[in-house]
Every structure is written in C-alpha cells, then in structure tokens.
C-alpha cells in the first residue's frame, strides 16, 4: 500500500511540474508577442467578466425558493415561475458570449498558430500543447470572472441581506465554472493546430453541386414545414414553448447555412462576371472561405430571429393589454417585455462584438497580401469597399431569411389572441443588418495599417 501511495504522490508531483513549466513557457510565449495578444486578453477578460455577472445573476435568483417581495421589475421576481424564466433567459445569453470568447481566442491566431506547431515539431505531445493553449487563454478568463465576481458580490451584499448559504455557492460555482467554460471555447477554436501542425500544403476547393445544396435547402424545407404547423394547427400546453424553441433553432441553423452556401455560390459567381476590383477580391475571398462568415454570423442570426418575433409579440401584446382586463397590473407585463428587450440587446451587442473582432482578425491574418496588392497599385478604397462587401454580400440573405422566421412567430401570436401583427417587426432585420456594417467597418481604420510597406518583410 505504500509503494502504491509513493506512485500516486510521484505522478502528482511530476504533472505539477510539468503544469509550472507549461505556465512559464506560456507566459515567456506571451511576453514576447505582439499587441494582437494583449488585446486578446483584454476583451477575453472581459467576456469573462460579462459572463460571470450573468451567471451569478441568475444563481441569485434560482436560489430564491417560494414567494419572495423583490423590490424590483414591478414585482416581476416575485414568484417561482417568473424567475424560472428568467434564469432561462440568462443561461440564453451565455451562449453568445461563449462565441464571442472563442472568436477573441482567434486573435493573432497566425502566429499562435505557428508557435504552437513549432512546439508540436519540437516534439511537444498534443496534451502539453493544449496545455499551453489553454495557459495563453485561462488566466485572462480567470481575471476577467474574479473582477467581475466581486463586483457582484460587493452589490448583492449591499443591496440583500437575505442571502443564503445556497446563493453564495451558486455564485462561487458560476465563478469557477466560466473559465472553464471560456478555456474551453479556446482550446476547441485552437484544435486544428494541435491535429495537424504541419497545416494544409495544398488548397483543396470545397464540395459544389447538389451537396453543397443539400443541408440548406433541408433546413428551409423544415422551416416551412414547422412554419405552417405553427400557423395552422391549433398547439397548446406544454408542447407549444418547445416547438417554438425548436422553430427557433431551425431558422438560425438554416440561416448559417444559408450564409455559407450562397457565399460560395456568390463567390464562384461573382468572380467570372465581376466588372470592378472590389467585387473581384471580395468575391475570391468568399470563394476561398465560405464558411468563415457564417461562423462569424451565427450569433447575430440567431439574435435577429429571436429579436424580430419579439417585436412582434410584444407589439402584440401592449395592445391586448390596452383592451382586457388581467389580474396583475399593467406594469408587470411591461417590466417583463422591458427586461426581455434588455436581454435580447445585450446579447445583439455581444454578437455584433465578436463580429468586429472576427472582421478585424481577418483583416490582420491578411495584412501581407493586403500590403502586397496595394505595392501593387490597388487602391486602399477599393480595399476597403471588398472588405465591407465580404460581409454584405452573404450576410444580407441570411438575414432575410432569419427575419421571415421571427415575423412568422410574431404573426403566430398574433392569430392566437386575434391582433394584427404590426409590420414594424420588418425593420428588424434591417436594422441589424445595417450594424452589422457598422460593425464590420470598425476595422477599417486598421488597414491603413496594414497595408504598409513593411510588412511585405514577415512571412
């Protein structure tokens, strides 16, 4: 039995050593890199923070049990079923932040790519790479949710001095459990490099024809499907929140699909009819990479359906609250609608951030050719308008196409209480895809840098 014991403690002792020599050579990778990382940490860290103050929101409520008078919302926390929901809608959120931590992992990936294929070259083993990776990501992850779980401490103190044993261990679960989760998401977006660290030696064109086809016009057809069950059968009780979540979930993914496969089809298509130099390099562009947009849009769709039906519901509802008489007052009701338009902001926001992050990463993987082309004589405006146009051109169908769903489900409510759904829902989908441009051009002040001379000097 002792013998057995002296093992284990070795073996502890041997991973704690090599856990202290993967920090340090982590920390050495970090020390000696460009300004690219130590804006990776920043908005890591505040990811992190972002998620963390969520999470221990919505363990301060689910630890609530029974009745309770909360002084706010209009009593809206009052009662176990509202609150239910509401930790719903918190947990909603984290999945765009987890995205938006995963494309803040991106940042400088170039380089930490080759860095992290030097050490698998060097004869680094895929457990200590991944190691390393997740050491250049799980600090930053680890201040940005101990900064932001004081914060909240500090003000739930303050404000409740009912809190229990149970609330302060969800709030330190949810401290401890974010960056994991966000170590995670960049590990998982850094996993290529660790398979294979020699990367691609040769360009290998993505499937065409009808398979290219297959997926997204399978999820159109299941849209429309589950669009006229919606509308025309009569589905009540518990079934119905599920059916809605999974029409949800339907029309985003068929969205990203959308995205991708008509970048490539206006990729292809563009670059044989192309008449000018911006559509010409954003059409090779979307050729080359079709997916890479709908990566980075996937959030952002899935807002726009969620956001558009809910203008539409809560248009809907104002003005049945304007006609019946219910048992709260209609404060509450509103309070709730206020909170919801609240939440699906905020995570519009935190979407339309990691597509800026995403555009200007993409810009900065790319300042080689970019600097070569204008040594070349391209013009940085006709650059820039190839920029703006790799994002609008597959993204504008896709929002369409993630609109058309949140008007569906506006239009459902609508039917069931007998009110005509206002067409304000329809500018939804255009207001954000005009932040998403916005979005996209906050990286265009970065081109100017880009493209200078010198840069033709790294390889």
């Given amino acids: 039995m002792s013998g057995t014991h002296d093992n284990s403690v070795a073996r502890g002792a041997g991973y704690a050593g090599a856990l202290a020599v993967d920090l340090r050579l982590a920390w ?19 990811g992190a923070g972002v998620a963390t103050a969520l999470g221990q929101l919505a363990a301060a409520l689910y630890s609530l049990r029974g009745h309770h008078q909360v002084p706010y919302a209009a009593g809206l926390f009052d009662n176990p079923g509202e609150r239910r929901g509401a930790v719903f809608v918190l947990g909603l959120l984290l999945i765009p932040v987890l995205a938006f931590l995963a494309q803040c992992a991106r940042i400088g990936a170039v380089h930490r790519d080759r860095r992290l294929a030097g050490l698998r070259l060097a004869g680094a083993g895929t457990a200590q790479v991944r190691r390393i990776a997740a050491l250049e990501t799980g600090p930053a992850c680890l201040l940005g949710a101990g900064v932001a779980g004081v914060v909240c401490v500090s003000v739930l103190a303050s404000l409740w001095s009912g809190a229990t044993g149970f609330t302060w261990a969800g709030m330190a679960l949810v401290a401890v459990a974010v960056p994991v989760l966000g170590t995670g998401a960049g590990v998982f977006a850094l996993r290529h490099v660790v398979a294979s660290p020699l990367g691609w030696v ?72 192309a008449r000018t130099a911006a559509v010409l390099i954003a059409a090779e562009r979307l050729r080359d990479d079709p997916w890479a947009a709908a990566r980075t849009h996937a959030a952002v769709l899935l807002t726009t359906v969620i956001g558009t039906g809910y203008v539409g519901v809560r248009a809907v509802l104002v003005d049945d609250l304007d006609g019946r008489q219910f048992a709260e007052s209609p404060d509450f009701y509103l309070a709730g609608l206020d909170l919801t338009a609240a939440a699906i902001g905020l995570g519009l926001l935190i979407a339309l951030s990691g597509l800026a992050v995403g555009a200007a990463e993409s810009l900065a993987n790319r300042r080689r050719s970019l600097a070569a082309q204008v040594a070349a004589g391209v013009p940085r405006t006709v650059l820039a308008r190839a920029l703006l146009l790799e994002t609008a051109l597959p993204l504008a169908p896709a929002v369409l196409f993630a609109g058309g769903g949140g008007v569906v489900i506006g239009a459902w409510y609508g039917a069931l209480t007998n009110v005509s759904v206002p067409y304000a829902s329809l500018l939804v989908p255009l207001g954000v895809y005009g932040a998403c441009l916005l979005a996209a051009a906050t990286s265009l002040p970065l081109l100017g840098r880009a493209v200078r001379p010198g840069e033709l000097r790294h390889t």
Avoid at 29 to 45: N, P
């Fill in 28 to 46: 050495t990778l970090l020390r000696g890199s460009d300004r690219r990382e130590w804006w990776r940490i920043g908005l890591t860290a505040l």
């Fill in 202 to 273: 040769r360009r290998v064109r993505p499937a065409g024809g009808i398979r290219a086809w297959a997926v997204p016009l399978g999820a159109v057809c299941v849209v429309v499907f589950m669009a006229f069950t919606l509308l025309t059968r009569d589905i009540r009780g518990s079934l119905l929140p599920v059916f809605v979540v999974l029409f949800v979930a339907a029309v985003g993914l068929g969205a990203v699909g959308l995205a991708g496969t008509l970048a490539r089809f206006a990729g292809r298509t563009l670059a044989r009819r």
